[in-house]
């Protein structure tokens, strides 16, 4: 069991210096899967990964990949980094996982200097980094890197529980459990990567502050990643894991019960010039990135960040309740590290989907129907106005909607909520400004998952409606004959048959 620490890293260190920070939110994460573009370049990672940043994220990433990015998961918009930890899974009696919510994530910015008034860097091009090692499961306190992780219990009731730990806390956290990775901060002036991803930079003598060694001289800016996850919810289902040794349900998607194998990895994705600017000028102790006046005036709204999203391309289901963990990841409680097994039948090496065919939007069967993407429903009033009110909510699926609005004669069918279907003859005027890459993915309720892809097909979101349109529907002629177009229509006859709908969908790769 680790002992409670009296405060946290951040809060010491801040008592002894005003040091400048800022904390910079994130959003859901941009993807959830099997990747780790640091550890595993071109191929399936050995355990899931939660990744917030930039949507470039890939199996292989460079610096300029990065950059091509069209959104970002986190608030500064000069900022397309990725960050990304192992995620957090309950682990039921039963011997099921099922993922645990995120309910916030944050990475701070921390202008820590050592005692020779060195200037802090900004991460340079095509600079990377892990921190953490995903295969210990013993805790060694002289061990810098192993001390830069830590698990801190919230506890808004103030009923006793909060405390922070080197170890998963082994009692319930009724506001959610974070978990905490500092980075390293001292580099060695010349590698952006080295083999194992580490010894290119170093810790500072205290860990998250003091000076550095002088085979890494160079200061950069420092990095912290806390990622809250919504444990409060499993109270009900509370137990030891298995053993007292575990003592409590909470598991990382690499197999390990008591938290010490945690790790973070980082890529620079950062306009380099406007990051240094920001760590010379960012002088606000506050930790609020709206005082920061090079990212204030450019920051994403929440939803902004919430929508950017891509689902996984790892043919394995992640969500949901499964009876194992996704890649070969028994559970290992230690103490002895854990032993990497790549043999138990999961997809491995480079059995990933193409981007193109991934999609929150699944095609439909429904002849002359195509998707046209996702949209948020207006604040006031509906994008398509007619429910299905006599669909069986629990039986579900795109082609059922579809199907069902065009046998009524719509021309448009829309899902939404995993089990809702409405039809229309137009989309009210505020959606169609709305079309875009945004993130219908709550699963259909009749749909399952593709039992083959695994990719579920999803039906809309909470308050995002994913849209079909009969493409073969003529405009309303008046004495022409009626025709149909037999090849897809381009977009100039698109647009010509729907002049409101501005954006044209990404055109996900047909399903069937
Ligand atoms: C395992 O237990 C969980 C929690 O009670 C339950 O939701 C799930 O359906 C069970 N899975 C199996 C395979 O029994
Ligand atoms: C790897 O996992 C498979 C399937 O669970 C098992 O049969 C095999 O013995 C394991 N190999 C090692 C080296 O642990
Ligand atoms: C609704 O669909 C579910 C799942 O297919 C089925 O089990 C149930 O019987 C259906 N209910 C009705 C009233 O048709
Ligand atoms: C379309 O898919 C649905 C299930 O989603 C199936 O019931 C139906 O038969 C399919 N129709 C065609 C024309 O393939
Ligand atoms: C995948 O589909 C094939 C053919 O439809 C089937 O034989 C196989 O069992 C499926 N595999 C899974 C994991 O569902």
């Known amino acids: 069991m680790g002992a409670p620490l009296a405060l946290s890293l951040v809060l010491i260190v801040c008592a002894q210096y005003a040091a400048a920070f800022f904390r910079m939110t994130c959003g859901r994460p941009v993807t959830v899967m099997r990747a780790d573009p640091i550890v595993n370049p071109g191929a399936v990672s050995n355990h899931v990964h939660q990744v917030l940043g930039g949507n470039a994220f890939d199996f292989t990433q460079t610096y300029d990949s990065l950059r091509a990015s069209s959104c970002s998961s986190c608030a500064a918009r000069q900022d397309l980094s990725v960050y990304w930890t192992p995620n957090l899974w309950y682990h039921a009696k039963n011997g099921s996982f099922h ?7 944050t990475v701070y910015y921390l202008q820590r200097y050592g005692s020779n008034g060195e200037r802090l860097r900004a991460f340079p091009k095509g600079f990377r980094m892990l921190a953490g090692d995903m295969t210990l499961r013993s805790f060694d306190q002289d061990d810098p890197a192993q001390k830069a992780v830590t698990f801190n219990c919230l506890d808004a009731g103030n009923t006793g529980a909060a ?3 080197n170890r998963l806390p082994t009692h319930n956290c009724p506001s959610g459990m974070r978990t905490q990775i500092f980075f390293p901060s001292c580099w060695d002036g010349q590698s952006l990567d080295s083999p194992n991803h580490k010894t290119h930079v170093a810790y500072p003598s205290g860990v998250d502050s003091g000076t550095c060694p002088s085979t890494h001289p160079i200061r950069l800016i420092s990095i912290f990643y806390e990622i809250v996850y919504d444990t409060g919810s499993w109270n009900d289902m509370w137990w030891d894991g298995g053993s007292s040794d575990i003592g409590q349900p909470f598991i990382l998607s690499m197999g390990d019960p008591v938290g010490y194998g945690f790790h973070g990895d980082f890529i620079n994705g950062w306009d380099v010039d406007l990051l240094q600017k920001v760590v010379d000028e960012c002088t606000a102790d506050s930790g609020v990135i709206e005082e920061c006046g090079p990212l204030a005036s450019d920051l994403r709204s929440v939803d902004e960040m919430n929508d950017c999203a891509f689902p996984g391309r790892v043919p394995e289901p992640v969500t949901g309740w499964l009876p194992e963990l996704p890649g070969c990841n028994p559970v290992q409680p230690g103490p002895t590290a854990a032993v990497i097994n790549t043999t138990c039948g999961a997809p491995q090496s480079t059995d990933f989907v193409p981007r193109a065919s991934v999609s929150f939007i699944a095609d439909t069967n429904v002849s002359q129907w195509e998707s046209l993407g996702c949209a948020h429903e207006p604040k006031d009033g509906r994008i398509l106005t007619q429910l299905w009110t006599g669909a069986n909510a629990t039986a579900m699926g795109v082609d059922k909607c579809v199907q069902h609005c065009k046998d009524s004669r719509w021309r448009y069918a ?5 089990n809702e279907c409405w039809c229309g003859t137009s989309l009210s005027s505020p959606a169609t400004q709305l079309i875009g890459p945004y993130t219908c993915d709550t699963p259909c309720a009749g749909g399952g998952s593709i039992a083959n892809g695994t990719l579920p ?3 809309g979101a909470q308050g995002k409606l994913a849209i079909y349109k009969d493409i073969g ?8 004959p009626r025709c149909r177009l037999r090849r897809k229509p381009n977009l100039f006859e698109q647009l010509m048959m729907n002049q409101r709908v501005l954006a044209m969908p990404t055109s996900p790769a047909r399903r069937r």
């Open 457 to 459: 097909e999803n039906c």
């Open 414 to 418: 829309g899902l939404e909520n995993g």
């Open 99 to 105: 993922p645990v919510n995120q309910i916030t994530a």
């Open 473 to 480: 529907a003529p405009a309303p002629t008046l004495g022409k």
């Open 163 to 165: 405390g922070q730990y």
